[in-house]
């Protein structure tokens, strides 16, 4: 029983708590199984943001389905307030609703640019086929008073128009 009790103590790994806490780590550890052993800066930065007697009263007080979720916000929000110890991850809330803003804008204006292209594409389509239904109802050449023959009234003349200017060349 005591080689058995030896065997079983060797194969269980201390958990990242209990290993920098340097305690024993028993099988009903309450925190081996979100802090494992090779994850000990994980624990470190909870450990020194909320201190490891806060961090297992706060995972006792979630729901056992829970507390997993609860253990990765704990690592995340201490990540955070190492990163920026005054806002915490606020300041990545407040950034990334900032940028849902934008984004939106963005969106707008783009539906804006899309409905106005739009309505230019149509405007378009309907000069092209009023142009085409004109076109079948009066030719141009069958003398619908619109000639492309040369109109002297709109030749310019310059001496009838001086250009007055004082340039000198």
Partial sequence: MGLEALARSRTHQPCAACRMLRRRCDSNCLLAPYFPGDEVEKFAG???????????????????????????????????????????????????????????????????????????????????????????LSPIDQGGGFSLDYDDSMAYDPAKFPVECDWIF
């Fill in 46 to 136: 909870v450990h020194k943001v909320f201190g490891a007697s806060n961090v297992v009263k706060m995972i006792q007080m979630v729901e056992e389905t829970n507390r997993e979720d609860a253990a990765k916000a704990l690592v995340y929000e201490a990540t955070a307030r190492i990163r920026d110890p005054v806002y915490g991850s606020t300041r990545a809330i407040f950034q990334l609703q900032k940028m849902v803003q934008e984004l939106k804008m963005q969106l707008e204006s783009a539906k804006a640019r899309v409905l106005e292209l739009q309505q230019q594409k149509d405007e378009l389509l309907g000069i092209l086929l009023n142009a085409n239904h004109l076109d079948l």
